[in-house]
Nanobody, 111 residues
Framework: QVQLVESGGGLVQPGGSLRLSCAAS????????TGWYRQAPGKQRELVAL???????TYADTVQGRFTISRDNAKKTVYLQMNSLKPEDTATYYC?????WGQGTQVTVSS
């Protein structure tokens, strides 16, 4: 049974930073692409960043240059470093691996 557990969300002021983590279990993590999506109230879930098994990375235009995705296959964990946060980054952030999803972690950017 695949389990994905996100952590690291919270309340931060505009311009601040947060680092999200997603720990996977029950899956051969290293062979799959993994990534982060987010969903704001009243909006569809959208891609934030993806990293393939080989390390190729894709970012949404809205986060390019501010967010960094990385993975540690030994720890079966994917990270999302978020810098220069904006109020429009407020959302629930979900990690995904091979069609499985975590429970989500809330990120709120507000002064």
């Amino acid at each position: 049974q695949v389990q994905l557990v996100e952590s690291g969300g919270g309340l931060v002021q505009p311009g601040g930073s947060l680092r999200l983590s997603c720990a996977a279990s029950g899956i051969a993590f290293s062979i799959y692409p993994t990534g982060w999506y987010r969903q704001a109230p009243g909006k569809q879930r959208e891609l934030v960043a993806l990293i393939t098994a080989g390390g190729r990375i894709t970012y949404a235009d809205t986060v390019q240059g501010r967010f960094t995705i990385s993975r540690d296959n030994a720890k079966k964990t994917v990270y999302l470093q978020m810098n220069s946060l904006k109020p429009e980054d407020t959302a629930t952030y979900y990690c995904t691996v091979n069609y499985s999803w975590g429970q989500g972690t809330q990120v709120t950017v507000s002064s």
